[in-house]
């Protein structure tokens, strides 16, 4: 398996998919940092050589990408929360961020129904 910024993207995969395995990378990046690369997409990341691996790695460390993007994130999150946002306030409590509706969905984000006495009528 190839290491790109320290995952192990699968050999079996044609490289434009295997590198969306790296956080941060979608399909459009992938496409971006292989056409940059000179590097043909339908190529399995198998039989990729060390020259063509080395260019991905490099057009690669030029996007903010896995730690780096993770923690960025983390910090926006810890941000809101701090200045007391209404998305830090969400943040908080657990709930919906991006104004989804909670009366009957968000299981996701308020994990599993709690039961409340006497709701039945």
Not at 29 to 39: D, E, P
Not at 67 to 81: A, F, Q, S
Not at 90 to 119: D, F, I, S
């Amino acid at each position: 398996m190839a290491r790109i910024k320290g995952v192990d993207v699968p050999n079996n995969k044609r490289i434009e998919i295997a590198l969306t395995y790296i956080y941060g990378i979608g399909r459009n990046l992938s496409n971006q940092i292989l056409k940059a690369a000179n590097v043909d997409i339908n190529k399995k990341a198998g039989d990729l050589d060390a020259d063509e691996l080395a260019r991905i790695r490099d057009e690669v460390n030029n996007h903010l990408t896995e730690g780096d993007l993770r923690r960025e994130v983390n910090m926006n999150i810890k941000t809101k929360m701090e200045i007391n946002s209404y998305q830090g306030v969400r943040h908080k409590k657990g709930l919906p961020v991006r104004g989804q509706r909670t009366n009957r969905n968000a299981r996701t984000r308020k994990g599993k129904g709690k039961t409340v006495a006497n709701k039945k009528k």
